[in-house]
């Protein structure tokens, strides 16, 4: 760990100059308490960066939360193994692409109706809505066929063996667009209140909502509507993804673990004396012996861990590799026969749309989890059969 002020440490060994700049704004806006804590996988973001926890006084950054609020992982441990996958009767590409039918891709993909699974589960979020006065279809008119569906960029789907050979369903995705709108709406709100109040600060998307105002309650009864609609949204995928499986081998699926996790949320928890909202922005929480999800990039691994509750870090760990080039200049170095080569052995759609996630755009997932040998302890080690990606 290293200790760049008193306001901020630092868990990443590989760290741009203009993140360390980003982080070091963050951390002297004047209700940080105690500090910032940079993860492993930092890289620059809107207003706050990506992989750190802000902990803050009375007042919560809308961009430090993140605009894909609830964003996270879930992952699924099965009694399958490598030899079961071994005597499929067909090859790997026929569970991606059954995968990929009953899952809609892409930034704009959303199911054609409400599905049977998924019913409840839009019941459960229109009852959570109308318990706080709150209309999602304000946002997004068809959010609730938005439930189940993937994204794009590094959102994605994973048939994976541990170490053991045991077979593990995997995938991270948010709360899609209606998330996205309720953070940009938010966002707005507190960058209009800091004109009014002729606040000046360091970074526009560094605005905040002082607790107790109704502009923060709105805020917060939103925010936490759309974690659990990311939340939800994962579960519905993962049973979705475990009904393909099941068909493609033939023989039900036994759960015999389940883990979902945020990475993009604001809670409220005590931390050094003081009662904070703890906002992880690119990061999972990690108290003591708590289960997380920490992916790599596209073609390599990825892990689930258990927090060792460190202190300093605020019971906080990375939530996977990090970016290293931007999307754009990933597209401008890397070529589709690199993409080919790294992804080799892996069952996924070869398509040159993908080469802004390419492994080598992303810090090493491996130096990542050194880095957070403070932060968590590995319980297992996933390495992909299958990968599914949005466009």
């Known amino acids: 760990m290293e200790r760049i002020s008193n306001r901020l440490l630092n868990w990443a060994s590989l760290l741009e100059d203009s993140t360390r700049d980003q982080a070091v704004t963050t951390s002297r806006m004047p209700f940080i308490h105690p500090h910032v804590a940079l993860m492993p996988d930092a890289h620059l973001g809107l207003g706050a960066t990506v992989g750190s926890v802000i902990p803050t006084l009375g007042a919560v950054m809308p961009a430090a939360v993140g605009v894909d609020i609830g964003c996270g992982m879930i992952a699924v441990r099965t009694r399958f193994t490598r030899d079961d996958i071994a005597s499929a009767q067909a090859p790997l590409s026929v569970l991606r692409e059954a995968i990929e039918r009953a899952i809609p891709l892409s930034a704009g993909g959303k199911n054609n109706r409400v599905v049977a699974t998924a019913e409840p589960r839009v019941a459960e979020l229109t009852r959570m809505a109308d318990e706080i006065g709150f209309d999602p279809s304000a946002y997004v008119k068809d959010w609730q066929r938005q439930l189940g569906s993937l994204g794009s960029g590094n959102h994605f789907i994973e048939v994976s063996l ?57 805020y917060i009864s939103e925010l936490r509507w759309a974690q659990h609609f990311a939340l939800l949204n994962r579960e519905e995928m993962m049973d979705r993804v475990i009904r393909q499986t099941a068909e493609y081998l033939g023989q039900a699926v036994v759960e015999v673990e389940r883990i979902n996790c945020h990475h993009n949320f604001t809670e409220r928890e005590r931390h050094f004396g003081k009662d904070v909202w703890v906002s992880r922005k690119g990061a999972i929480s990690a108290r003591e012996g708590q289960l997380g999800l920490i992916p790599g990039s596209m073609g390599t691994a990825s892990y689930v861990v258990a927090g060792l509750g460190n202190p300093l870090a605020l019971h906080s760990s990375p939530h996977g590799a990090g970016r290293q080039f931007s999307r754009s200049a990933a597209r401008r170095t890397f070529t589709i026969d690199q993409l080919r080569e790294a992804m080799t052995g892996i069952e996924f759609r070869d398509t040159d749309a993908f080469l802004d996630e390419i492994p080598q755009a992303y810090k090493p997932i491996d130096q990542v989890m050194t880095d957070a040998a403070e932060l968590v302890e590995v319980r297992h080690t996933l390495c992909q059969l299958v990968n599914v990606k949005g466009n």
């Not at 709406?185 to 209009?192: L, S």
């Open 162 to 218: 541990d170490e053991t050979d045991t077979v593990w369903l995997f995938l991270h995705s948010g709360s899609r667009g209606v998330g996205n709108r309720i953070a940009g709406h938010h966002i707005e709100v507190a960058q209009a209140l800091m004109d009014k109040w002729w606040i000046d600060l360091p970074d526009r998307d560094l605005a905040y909502l002082v607790d107790g105002t109704p502009e923060f309650d709105a």
